[in-house]
């Protein structure tokens, strides 16, 4: 063992043949050359070893360059022959012993001729090299990454604002009795809570949106690699990968844009908002917010819309629908029925595949039809002018926040009521278009009307000339001055209830009235622009493009009056009933509210009034009917007789004889009538002379009915009231205005002897035509100069009402056209049908009216043993206690009106009062068969008259 006592651990270096010691067969390994010698070339050297030199490569020194081979202390081994060790080989299957005291000799190089300590160190370098690289990527991605972030983060909105979210809402106008009248909305929607939407409607929009909602954390990353993959080979997209928590970003925070940019800010959010909002509150904020089509938003309008009812009421086949249409409006059962129930059998299948329905109740949703409900909204709205108003008041009331909606205003309006006036107002104006001659076929007339003349502007009433007609597109060509207009004939029924084509409708050359829709475009400029004076083409271009036509301007008709209905409850003076036009359309003037026109000798009920409060004034008082008898003003009575004696006040309201009034008002004082109207509920403006009498002075149709319901109501004036209740998007009730006091105007004795009068004007004076209804009616026509307005106001112990019909212009009805023909025919249609159902009432007489028997000749008492007394009411103490003179013997029997009892049929005086009561439950005689319509109603002046010196001072009230 010579060897091994050298030291020398590799054997002999003068022996490269490897021959000093005999190789022992024990010692070769059947190991490759590639495989313990890289282990024995790994293994450190020992320190101990004197015999290694400085040559040798030691562990962890620079490896070999790429290509050169290893320096190795003495010869390499033969190629294919074994190591040698100095010890007997190991057993077989156990790691080789090598020799403990010299390190065995340098493997020789592999196969391939390269080092086999170079390669390693080359591919551990290598590996280095790339981990390094791949943590500098994943460093540099991370940076990215975060950079990226904050910078989309900079300008993302609060996800705050959720928490307190409220999405524009519907508001609701209800009538008394809960009813629709109309809606006001910027997006169509009723927020529900969640726990009031059923458990099939959640699952049903779950199945068709997000299944894994409830188990995502708001993102849902396997479905964004699908939807990616699926873009990618349609190189379109297809399909989306949203979850229900960035639907609800998209809509609420963002915008539908389909960018990168949107995506990104989508991502960021959804996570948060998945921190802030539990997934309940997300649900809830989805299925309110969704579109549904037809501008329906949130599942409770969704399914009011298509099912007519509430989202609580809904069958899973219901849902399932529901769910359907929030792919697309043309998944709509309304746009494509079978495009529709594939689509929801889609989401039943969904649904059982995901567990939220079973297979029989999937089945019986399917074979379950589709019953859509009636589109209401297609329908013209019951009470427009009432939806109107409910508006400005919560205007007035919250501010900008009416905007977003979901309000609840309950209002006065009785929907059969508002039927009937509506329909009583359009049959009303629809016998005045045929008396006139109004409705198609219009034939030109031997002469007509002069048109209109110049260029027309503003919203007003012009008279054109039928040129035309196109039965095609459905118009009628009229030339309006210079303008060229077209009257589109489906949007005028009202004039062509038989539908007649538009060339069957007018003759050419008829004259016809009508309105702009919109204003006309405004003219070319004829002038040349700098440079162009010496352009003969740009002037050729220019005069070219003058001459090219333009489209015809659209105008509406405007052949027959409009006209306005106020219906009163006498008791809590509610507005029951209120039409401000013949079309019952959303923003439509609203006559009874807004127009202001002259009341005409409906106003007459007022100056009388007050003579009878100031105790001017009573029935029996003779009053001046000449109009010589007034100085400065000279006002005419319709009926030349009415002009030759004085006559009784009962007799001057029953024939509404102006004189009379103008008399009456000089009595009493202009001023302190204004201020009596005033406390009545007259709110315009009113001038103090004579005039005054006949209603020279312009009012409204509410005010009219507000006062008349005073008296009605015993002389307490209470303001009408149309919004009782206002109910806020949370639920609270949003307190009113405080409504002004009730204050009393006139005693209840004096109310009931104006309404005695007022009744006469029915039984026998010129609205005989309300005696058809058959029970006590008090009431007053009017017509204005020239008939332009024509009104009657009445009431009966429950309800006053006052209509009014009139152009808009103010242009005359025509010939014939009075108070009594062309507004007394609605009021009675209307008190027909309003109390159908009610029993006839008498007014009630209070205590402080007296009757007695006067001299109908000159209002004092009656002679004993009289026989042509009457009997007349008076508030106690103001009756006549001078007896009639004797007349002379040559008195005619005919003198200053007559009169009978029967004058005060239904007035029932109070127990022990009067000399003559009438019959309990006595009924009006009806209205003679084929009696002539009550002749027209006089002019007024329109030019104040003097006022009398010295009026006297108003009293209390």
């Given at each position: 063992?010579?060897?091994?006592?050298?030291?020398?651990?590799?054997?002999?270096?003068?022996d490269?043949?490897?021959?000093?010691?005999?190789?022992r067969?024990?010692?070769?390994?059947?190991?490759?050359?590639?495989?313990l010698p890289?282990?024995?070339?790994?293994?450190?050297?020992?320190?101990?070893?004197?015999?290694?030199g400085?040559?040798?490569?030691?562990l962890?020194?620079?490896?070999p360059?790429?290509?050169?081979a290893?320096?190795?202390e003495?010869?390499?081994?033969r190629?294919?022959?074994?190591?040698?060790?100095?010890?007997?080989?190991?057993?077989?299957?156990s790691?080789?012993?090598?020799?403990?005291a010299p390190?065995?000799?340098?493997?020789?190089?592999?196969?391939?001729?390269?080092?086999?300590?170079?390669k390693?160190?080359?591919?551990?370098?290598?590996?280095?090299?790339?981990?390094?690289?791949?943590?500098?990527?994943?460093?540099?991605?991370?940076?990215?990454?975060?950079?990226?972030?904050?910078?989309?983060?900079?300008d993302?909105?609060?996800?705050?604002?959720l928490?307190?979210y409220?999405?524009?809402?519907?508001?609701?106008?209800?009538?008394?009795?809960?009813?629709?009248?109309?809606?006001?909305?910027?997006?169509?929607r009723?927020?529900?809570?969640?726990?009031?939407?059923?458990?099939?409607?959640?699952?049903a929009?779950?199945?068709?949106?997000d299944?894994?909602?409830?188990?995502?954390?708001?993102?849902?990353?396997l479905?964004?690699l699908?939807?990616?993959?699926?873009?990618?080979?349609?190189t379109?997209?297809?399909?989306?990968?949203?979850?229900i928590?960035?639907?609800?970003?998209?809509?609420?925070?963002?915008?539908?844009?389909?960018t990168?940019?949107?995506?990104?800010?989508?991502?960021i959010?959804?996570?948060?908002?998945?921190?802030?909002?539990t997934?309940d509150e997300?649900?809830?904020?989805?299925?309110n917010?969704?579109?549904?089509?037809?501008?329906?938003?949130?599942?409770?309008?969704?399914?009011?819309?298509?099912?007519?009812?509430?989202?609580?009421?809904?069958t899973?086949a219901?849902?399932?629908?529901?769910?359907?249409?929030?792919?697309?409006?043309?998944?709509?059962?309304?746009?494509n029925?079978e495009?529709?129930?594939?689509r929801?059998a889609f989401?039943?299948?969904?649904?059982?595949?995901?567990?939220?329905?079973?297979?029989?109740?999937?089945?019986?949703?399917?074979?379950?039809?589709?019953v859509?409900?009636?589109?209401?909204?297609?329908?013209?709205?019951l009470?427009?002018?009432?939806?109107?108003?409910?508006?400005r008041?919560?205007?007035?009331?919250?501010?900008?926040?009416?905007?977003?909606g979901?309000?609840?205003?309950?209002?006065?309006?009785?929907?059969a009521?508002?039927?009937a006036?509506?329909?009583?107002v359009?049959?009303?104006?629809?016998a005045?278009?045929k008396?006139?001659?109004?409705?198609?076929?219009?034939?030109k007339?031997?002469?007509?009307?002069?048109?209109?003349?110049?260029?027309?502007s503003?919203?007003?009433?012009?008279?054109?000339?039928v040129?035309?007609?196109?039965?095609a597109?459905?118009?009628?060509?009229v030339?309006?001055?210079?303008?060229?207009?077209?009257v589109?004939?489906r949007g005028?029924?009202?004039?062509?209830?038989?539908?007649?084509?538009?060339?069957?409708f007018a003759?050419?050359?008829?004259?016809?009235?009508v309105?702009?829709?919109?204003?006309?475009?405004?003219?070319?400029?004829?002038a040349p622009?700098p440079g162009?004076e010496?352009?003969e083409?740009?002037g050729?271009?220019?005069?070219?493009?003058?001459?090219?036509?333009?489209?015809p301007?659209?105008?509406?008709?405007e052949?027959?009056?409009?006209?306005a209905?106020?219906?009163?409850?006498v008791?809590t003076?509610?507005?029951?009933?209120?039409?401000?036009?013949?079309?019952?359309?959303?923003?439509?003037l609203?006559?009874?509210?807004?127009?202001?026109?002259?009341?005409?000798?409906?106003?007459?009920?007022?100056?009388?009034?007050?003579?009878i409060?100031?105790r001017?004034?009573?029935?029996?008082?003779?009053?001046?009917?000449?109009?010589q008898?007034?100085?400065g003003y000279?006002?005419?009575?319709?009926?030349?007789?009415?002009?030759k004696?004085?006559a009784?006040?009962r007799e001057?309201?029953?024939?509404?004889?102006?004189?009379?009034?103008?008399?009456?008002?000089?009595r009493?004082?202009a001023?302190?009538?204004?201020?009596?109207a005033?406390?009545?509920?007259?709110?315009?403006?009113?001038?103090?002379?004579?005039?005054l009498?006949?209603?020279?002075?312009?009012?409204?149709?509410r005010?009219?009915?507000?006062?008349?319901?005073s008296?009605?109501?015993g002389?307490?004036?209470?303001?009408?009231?149309?919004?009782?209740?206002?109910?806020?998007?949370?639920?609270?009730?949003?307190?009113?205005?405080?409504?002004?006091?009730?204050?009393?105007?006139?005693?209840e004795?004096?109310?009931?002897?104006?309404?005695?009068?007022l009744?006469?004007?029915?039984?026998?004076?010129?609205?005989?035509?309300a005696?058809?209804?058959?029970?006590?009616?008090?009431?007053?026509?009017?017509?204005?100069n020239?008939?332009?307005?024509?009104?009657?106001?009445g009431?009966?112990?429950?309800?006053?009402?006052?209509?009014?019909?009139?152009?808009?212009?103010?242009?005359p009805?025509?010939?014939?056209?009075a108070g009594a023909?062309?507004a007394?025919?609605?009021?009675v249609?209307?008190m027909?049908?309003?109390?159908?159902?009610?029993?006839?009432?008498?007014?009630?007489?209070?205590?402080?009216?007296?009757?007695?028997?006067?001299?109908?000749?000159t209002?004092?008492l009656?002679?004993?043993?009289?026989?042509?007394a009457?009997?007349?009411?008076?508030?106690?103490?103001?009756?006549?206690s001078?007896?009639?003179?004797?007349?002379?013997?040559?008195?005619?029997?005919?003198?200053?009106?007559?009169?009978t009892?029967?004058?005060?049929?239904?007035?029932?005086?109070a127990?022990?009062?009067?000399?003559?009561?009438?019959?309990?439950?006595?009924?009006?005689?009806?209205a003679?068969?084929?009696?002539?319509?009550?002749?027209?109603?006089?002019?007024?002046?329109?030019?104040?008259?003097?006022?009398?010196?010295?009026?006297?001072?108003?009293?209390?009230?």
């Amino acid at each position: 063992m010579a060897s091994e006592q050298s030291g020398n651990p590799g054997g002999n270096d003068n022996d490269p043949a490897g021959e000093a010691g005999p190789p022992r067969a024990e010692a070769e390994l059947p190991c490759g050359a590639d495989e313990l010698p890289y282990a024995q070339t790994e293994r450190p050297a020992r320190q101990s070893s004197p015999a290694r030199g400085a040559s040798q490569p030691a562990l962890g020194s620079a490896p070999p360059r790429a290509g050169s081979a290893p320096r190795f202390e003495s010869a390499p081994p033969r190629a294919g022959s074994a190591p040698r060790f100095e010890s007997a080989p190991p057993r077989a299957g156990s790691a080789p012993r090598l020799a403990s005291a010299p390190p065995p000799p340098p493997p020789p190089p592999p196969p391939d001729g390269m080092p086999a300590q170079g390669k390693g160190a080359r591919v551990a370098t290598w590996a280095k090299r790339v981990g390094i690289a791949l943590a500098a990527l994943l460093a540099l991605a991370a940076a990215t990454v975060v950079l990226v972030i904050r910078h989309y983060e900079a300008d993302l909105p609060s996800t705050h604002e959720l928490k307190n979210y409220r999405p524009p809402q519907v508001t609701r106008i209800l009538a008394r009795d809960g009813t629709r009248l109309g809606e006001i909305f910027t997006e169509r929607r009723t927020v529900v809570r969640l726990e009031e939407i059923p458990s099939q409607m959640k699952l049903a929009a779950l199945a068709a949106e997000d299944a894994g909602f409830y188990e995502h954390a708001g993102l849902n990353y396997l479905g964004m690699l699908r939807a990616l993959a699926v873009n990618l080979r349609s190189t379109k997209t297809r399909q989306g990968a949203s979850t229900i928590t960035q639907q609800v970003i998209k809509n609420v925070l963002l915008t539908p844009d389909r960018t990168f940019d949107r995506k990104m800010r989508e991502a960021i959010l959804a996570r948060r908002i998945e921190q802030e909002l539990t997934k309940d509150e997300i649900l809830e904020l989805y299925l309110n917010k969704i579109y549904f089509g037809h501008g329906r938003y949130g599942v409770e309008e969704a399914s009011r819309y298509y099912f007519g009812k509430s989202v609580r009421d809904v069958t899973l086949a219901e849902a399932a629908m529901l769910a359907a249409v929030v792919k697309g409006p043309r998944y709509s059962p309304r746009v494509n029925l079978e495009r529709a129930t594939a689509r929801r059998a889609f989401v039943l299948d969904q649904m059982l595949k995901k567990g939220f329905a079973d297979e029989i109740q999937v089945e019986q949703a399917k074979r379950e039809p589709v019953v859509l409900a009636i589109e209401t909204e297609s329908l013209a709205e019951l009470a427009p002018e009432a939806v109107a108003e409910a508006q400005r008041v919560l205007r007035r009331l919250v501010g900008p926040a009416a905007q977003q909606g979901g309000y609840t205003i309950t209002t006065t309006i009785d929907p059969a009521l508002q039927a009937a006036a509506r329909a009583a107002v359009r049959k009303n104006l629809d016998a005045y278009a045929k008396r006139h001659k109004l409705l198609g076929p219009l034939a030109k007339g031997r002469k007509e009307p002069p048109p209109f003349e110049g260029t027309p502007s503003g919203h007003k009433v012009f008279r054109g000339v039928v040129t035309g007609a196109d039965d095609a597109r459905g118009t009628l060509s009229v030339r309006v001055g210079t303008l060229d207009g077209a009257v589109a004939l489906r949007g005028a029924q009202r004039y062509n209830p038989k539908g007649l084509a538009p060339s069957k409708f007018a003759d050419v050359d008829k004259v016809v009235r009508v309105s702009m829709i919109r204003p006309p475009p405004e003219p070319a400029a004829d002038a040349p622009s700098p440079g162009e004076e010496d352009d003969e083409d740009a002037g050729e271009a220019r005069r070219a493009a003058s001459a090219k036509p333009e489209a015809p301007v659209p105008l509406r008709l405007e052949l027959g009056p409009e006209g306005a209905l106020v219906a009163i409850d006498v008791r809590t003076r509610e507005i029951v009933a209120l039409v401000g036009s013949y079309e019952a359309v959303r923003g439509g003037l609203d006559r009874a509210t807004f127009a202001r026109r002259q009341p005409g000798s409906t106003f007459k009920a007022l100056v009388y009034g007050y003579g009878i409060h100031a105790r001017t004034l009573t029935p029996a008082t003779i009053l001046d009917t000449n109009p010589q008898a007034i100085d400065g003003y000279k006002p005419q009575n319709h009926d030349e007789r009415e002009g030759k004696s004085p006559a009784r006040l009962r007799e001057a309201v029953a024939h509404s004889v102006n004189v009379a009034a103008v008399s009456a008002l000089s009595r009493v004082g202009a001023s302190n009538v204004v201020a009596f109207a005033s406390a009545l509920g007259i709110q315009s403006k009113l001038g103090a002379d004579l005039s005054l009498a006949l209603g020279a002075y312009e009012v409204t149709p509410r005010e009219m009915a507000a006062a008349y319901a005073s008296i009605a109501a015993g002389g307490v004036h209470e303001q009408p009231v149309l919004i009782t209740k206002i109910v806020g998007p949370d639920g609270a009730e949003i307190p009113l205005p405080p409504r002004p006091p009730a204050h009393r105007v006139m005693e209840e004795p004096e109310a009931y002897v104006l309404t005695s009068l007022l009744t006469s004007v029915v039984q026998r004076g010129t609205a005989k035509a309300a005696r058809s209804l058959g029970r006590p009616i008090a009431g007053k026509t009017g017509t204005t100069n020239q008939a332009k307005d024509a009104w009657f106001v009445g009431y009966s112990t429950d309800i006053a009402c006052a209509v009014w019909t009139g152009y808009d212009d103010a242009a005359p009805l025509g010939r014939g056209e009075a108070g009594a023909t062309a507004a007394l025919p609605a009021f009675v249609d209307f008190m027909k049908q309003a109390h159908a159902e009610r029993p006839a009432a008498d007014f009630p007489v209070p205590n402080g009216v007296v009757r007695v028997k006067i001299d109908p000749q000159t209002g004092l008492l009656a002679r004993e043993g009289q026989e042509d007394a009457i009997e007349e009411v008076f508030v106690a103490g103001t009756e006549p206690s001078e007896e009639a003179p004797v007349p002379e013997a040559d008195a005619g029997a005919e003198g200053a009106g007559g009169g009978t009892p029967g004058e005060l049929v239904g007035v029932v005086p109070a127990s022990g009062e009067g000399l003559l009561p009438a019959e309990p439950g006595a009924s009006p005689a009806p209205a003679e068969p084929g009696a002539s319509p009550a002749p027209a109603e006089p002019e007024h002046a329109p030019e104040p008259g003097p006022l009398p010196v010295g009026e006297p001072e108003p009293p209390p009230f």
